[in-house]
């Protein structure tokens, strides 16, 4: 077995955790800004010292980083900033596991985005699948609390948000890739540290200079929260970590496709985690497009 699928596998696990304590964040304490930031200020500086000790460990120096792998790394940060705001907005407005599910059309964006920005491309057939994904999206798309034909729903706040933070996380998946394709022939371990401590250390230091900007008691909670929050840091750095290491082994089309089985652990915390009722049109809609992320694993090339 590639050591790129166990990888994404452990990876969609950690994340999965991580969502589900943002929402809990966002739902009794902190903004959605206070739960993004939460994310990054408390793993941040966590990778930044491993990253030290394995560089003294294996008495290795850090490998230059130049003007393209920064402009890589500091859109993808922005962009994954971006995202995760919507998604944590995305749970005020639909449960948890069909909040993930509009997160996820970011695995049939990315194949767009991948290659535009790498050239990663995808066969005829990966269109047909892109097709089953979309019908997937038509039907999360609308609330069942709304009344109304299904197409005027395709512009409401639960699936703008949606749709946005699937093609901004695509952005941010490419632009990591990218990023640590810059670094040359390194270890994938440590391409993937590299990358992951110089983006989560922008993003922290960004975020954390809008807050005392624009929202100081902001920042407090984020501390007062520190409890729950220091778990949303580690979980995030496991996740992003094998996120990482996934990019730099594997074009981001298919490390987004097999992550997918987040979707069946968003969907059992959603059930037997928060206890929300899941429809069967919106289970529908997630099989639909779960079906569309595999064809893809069989197409993209």
Not at 71 to 94: E, M, N, P, S, Y
Not at 182 to 205: F, H, K, N, S
Not at 242 to 257: D, G, M, N, P, R
């Amino acid at each position: 077995m590639s050591l790129w699928i166990p990888v994404t596998l452990a990876a969609a696990v950690f994340q999965t955790l991580r969502f589900m304590l943002q929402k809990v964040l966002s739902a009794e304490r902190l903004s959605a800004e206070g739960a993004t930031f939460a994310r990054f200020a408390y793993s941040a500086p966590l990778i930044a010292a491993l990253l030290g000790a394995y560089l003294w460990a294996t008495g290795r120096s850090l490998p230059p980083l130049g003007a393209e792998f920064w402009a890589h790394a500091l859109v993808g940060g922005l962009a994954q900033i971006l995202a995760t705001i919507c998604v944590v907005l995305l749970f005020k407005q639909r449960n948890f596991a069909v909040g993930i599910t509009f997160k996820k059309t970011e695995v049939i964006q990315a194949v767009l985005i991948g290659w535009l920005v790498l050239g990663e491309g995808v066969s005829l057939p990966g269109f047909g699948a892109i097709l089953l994904g979309l019908m997937g999206v038509l039907l999360l798309s609308r609330s069942p609390l709304e009344p109304g034909r299904w197409w005027r729903h395709l512009g409401n706040r639960a699936a703008g948000l949606g749709l946005a933070s699937g093609a901004l996380f695509a952005v941010s998946g490419v632009s990591y890739r990218a990023a640590s394709l810059q670094l040359g022939d390194l270890e994938p371990v440590l391409r993937a540290g590299v990358t992951l401590a110089a983006v989560t250390g922008a993003q922290m230091i960004g975020m954390g200079l809008w807050l005392a900007w624009r929202d100081r008691a902001e920042l407090r909670a984020v501390w007062a929260a520190r409890r729950t929050a220091l778990w949303v840091g580690l979980f995030s750095m496991g996740g992003s970590f094998c996120w990482f290491i996934a990019f730099t082994l594997q074009t981001v089309a298919y490390v987004k496709a097999l992550g997918q089985v987040e979707l069946i652990l968003s969907l059992l915390a959603s059930v037997l985690v928060f206890r929300e009722r899941v429809s069967a049109r919106e289970v529908t809609g997630m099989a639909l497009l779960g079906a569309s992320i595999l064809a893809l694993v069989l197409v993209v090339h």
